[in-house]
T-cell receptor, first 110, second 113 residues
Framework: QKEVEQNSGPLSVPEGAIASLNCTYSDRGSQSFFWYRQYSGKSPELIMS??SNGDKEDGRFTAQLNKASQYVSLLIRDSQPSDSATYLC??????????WGAGTKLIIKP | IAGITQAPTSQILAAGRRMTLRCTQDMRHNAMYWYRQDLGLGLRLIHY???????GKGEVPDGYSVSRANTDDFPLTLASAVPSQTSVYFC????????????FGEGSRLTVL
């Protein structure tokens, strides 16, 4: 069974520090990887996508992908209280269906 | 504002009753999805539709049915609700199969007693 694993947290990070969120996946054929943010009581929203090995930066967010290790991460620099949310890792399978992790709850402490 | 509209936003339902959750999108997206989200389990795919006129089963399809008569609408029906179907239900869409971004509706919170 295809799986995406995330630490459920909560991960507590001081304001201004770097938050590091991690995700592993089981399907070696996966080619597309996504990070969604979900605020409490709201729907998920896409914040980062990554398709090739290495780093992809977008503002304070950096996604990192290592296909050999089947590992994808999200770094949030200069963490703000507004970054407090649950972060969902999602991976496309060979049928273009998204396989979802259960999410990591991030708490940014002022 | 373009997007996905779900209805109802919240519903309490007696076990055994039939319930249809409505989903409408105005983005002309081909692919549409129904997920349920339960604490600690993340998003689980119930049914999907890659294009109007076609549907497929996801990870947890039992007890649910869908139809896709046109591009915009993708209703989810619980034929005879059971308490284990208590959950938050999200409808989502994307423009094409190999595009990355899923757009979500605001969710429908369903409680089955």
């Amino acid at each position: 069974q295809k799986e995406v694993e995330q630490n459920s947290g909560p991960l507590s990070v001081p304001e201004g520090a770097i938050a590091s969120l991690n995700c592993t996946y089981s399907d070696r054929g996966s080619q597309s990887f996504f990070w969604y943010r979900q605020y409490s009581g709201k729907s998920p929203e896409l914040i980062m996508s990554i398709y090739s090995n290495g780093d992809k930066e977008d503002g304070r967010f950096t996604a990192q992908l290592n296909k050999a290790s089947q590992y994808v991460s999200l770094l949030i620099r200069d963490s703000q209280p507004s970054d407090s949310a649950t972060y969902l890792c999602a991976v496309n399978d060979s049928n273009y269906q998204l396989i979802w992790g259960a999410g990591t709850k991030l708490i940014i402490k002022p | 504002i373009a997007g996905i509209t779900q209805a109802p936003t919240s519903q309490i339902l007696a076990a055994g009753r039939r319930m249809t959750l409505r989903c409408t999108q105005d983005m002309r997206h081909n692919a549409m999805y129904w997920y349920r989200q339960d604490l600690g389990l993340g998003l689980r795919l119930i049914h999907y539709s890659n294009t109007a006129g076609t549907t497929g089963k996801g990870e947890v399809p039992d007890g649910y049915s869908v139809s896709r008569a046109n591009t915009d609408d993708f209703p989810l029906t619980l034929a005879s609700a059971v308490p284990s179907q208590t959950s938050v239900y999200f409808c989502a869409s994307k423009a094409g199969l190999n595009t990355g971004e899923l757009f979500f509706g605001e969710g429908s919170r369903l409680t089955v007693l």
